[in-house]
């Protein structure tokens, strides 16, 4: 499967964005899908995760109350709504899939992923 993000940009301090990762193939609906981070000089970290069916989703502490992940298999799409946005969001954010998982599993680690995005980069001025 072929991932393309998009809907980063330059916003700013409580401003929104909100991040689509488009899938190709047939088997959308059956991955789970993550969004990570990666800011300069840290490591890449999860953001947020849903499962086949939406029936589970997980948030990084940071982001909780503030991003919501959602997904619509009909389009193949994963989105990332980014609310209260902070200096700290500032990175380079990726969609990644998994074709593990169930319609409640998830993965917040990078290795239980398959596929990646090519990434979109969220600055956030302060």
């Known amino acids: 499967v072929q991932l393309q993000a998009s809907g980063g940009g330059l916003v700013q301090a409580g401003g929104s964005l909100r991040l689509s990762c488009v899938a190709s193939?047939?088997?959308?609906?059956?991955?789970?899908m993550g969004w990570f981070r990666q800011a300069p000089g840290k490591e890449r970290e999860i953001v947020a995760a849903?499962?086949?069916?939406?029936?589970?989703?997980y948030y990084e502490n940071s982001v909780k109350g503030r991003f919501t992940i959602s997904r619509d298999n009909a389009k193949n799409t994963v989105y990332l709504q980014m609310n209260s946005l902070k200096p700290e969001d500032t990175a380079v954010y990726y969609c990644?899939?998994?074709?593990?998982?169930?319609?409640?599993?998830?993965?917040?680690?990078?290795?239980?992923?398959?596929?990646w995005g090519q990434g979109t980069q969220v600055t956030v001025s302060s």
């Open positions: 849903i499962s086949w069916n939406s029936g589970s989703t």
């Open positions: 990644a899939a998994s074709s593990r998982g169930s319609a409640t599993v998830l993965f917040t680690t990078g290795p239980a992923y398959s596929y």
């Open positions: 193939g047939r088997t959308f609906s059956s991955y789970a």
